[in-house]
């Protein structure tokens, strides 16, 4: 069983920036690929980002391509949203997720998903 716990949501002003980080526990952290979504109000889950169980390989959202890298420490079990440019629309709660496979990752079949850390970007 794997646990994830993200920190480091909050409210910011928009082209201000945030990290979030997500600590995962149960099991070796590099068995995993690891990714973030985001889920706004009275909208569907959304892909943000995914990374490789060793961190070589990274692909990101057309939405925040550019503003928003993930990346991950492998000695510290976690998993980093770094998010820069914030916009309004960028507000969501925001969830970490694990998967054996980054395939499956990125298409939302997670094995395993954190609580969520909201994150708030006003205009």
């Known amino acids: 069983q794997v646990q994830l716990t993200e920190s480091g949501g909050g409210l910011v002003q928009a082209g201000g920036s945030l990290r979030l980080s997500c600590v995962g526990s149960?099991?070796?952290?590099?068995?995993?690929?690891m990714g973030w979504f985001r889920q706004a109000p009275g909208k569907e889950r959304e892909f943000v980002a995914v990374i490789s169980r060793s961190g070589n390989i990274r692909y990101h959202a057309d939405s925040v391509k550019g503003r928003f890298t993930i990346s991950r420490d492998n000695a510290k079990n976690t998993v980093y949203l770094q998010m820069t440019s914030l916009k309004p629309e960028d507000t969501a709660v925001y969830y970490c997720?694990?998967?054996?496979?980054?395939?499956?990752?990125?298409?939302?079949?997670?094995?395993?998903w954190g609580q969520g850390t909201q994150v708030t970007v006003s205009s």
């Open positions: 149960g099991r070796a952290f590099n068995s995993d690929a």
């Open positions: 997720a694990a998967d054996e496979s980054s395939i499956q990752l990125k298409a939302g079949r997670c094995d395993y």
